[in-house]
């Protein structure tokens, strides 16, 4: 890795760091919804001093965790659900029977959905089929 002036050298290794601007662009995320990500303990980020100010910097590691959050909101799971997941499957604290009866859970929602979206789905296409037959009857 090259040395950049946001890289932090510890012996040795260097580590990327960037401010929230830089991560919003990365992650597509508003800088609004990283600071309640960082509020609601996703995401941490550390404290760097410039003068008066306190600046707020996240690691690449902060990026590809960001991009789990967003993965799992679109796959339909709870932010408390993706907070369980990451901070106890991804250290290997969630036992198997845990990890079962999450994705059981989440199997279970996602049939219920399913149901009412088809119950709306029939709501609409009767709805659709009746405003069609009234326009033909006007004709």
């Known amino acids: 890795m090259e040395y950049t002036p946001q890289s932090r050298g510890f012996w040795k290794i260097w580590v990327t760091v960037m ?3 830089e991560l919003s662009k990365k992650t597509g995320l ?3 919804t990283i600071r309640f990500y960082e509020k609601i303990g996703l995401i ?4 760097r001093r410039a003068g008066t100010r306190l600046y707020r910097e996240y690691s690449q590691e902060t990026v590809e ?7 799992g909101k679109g796959l339909g799971f709870r932010l408390s659900e993706i907070k369980q997941l990451l901070d106890e499957w991804g250290d290997g604290t969630l036992s198997k029977r845990n990890q079962v009866a999450i994705m ?9 959905k399913t149901q009412q979206l088809n119950a709306i789905k029939t709501y609409l296409a009767t709805k659709l089929s009746k405003l069609n037959e ?3 009857a006007e004709s």
Not at 44 to 47: E, K, N, P, Q, R
Not at 65 to 71: G, K, N, S, V, Y
Request: aromatic share 0%; no cysteine; net charge negative.
């Open 19 to 21: 401010l929230i601007g």
């Open 104 to 112: 059981e859970r989440k199997i279970e929602e996602i049939v219920e």
């Open 30 to 32: 508003s800088k609004d």
């Open 44 to 47: 941490v980020a550390s404290d």
């Open 134 to 136: 009234e326009i033909l």
């Open 65 to 71: 965790r960001l991009l789990m959050i967003a993965q």
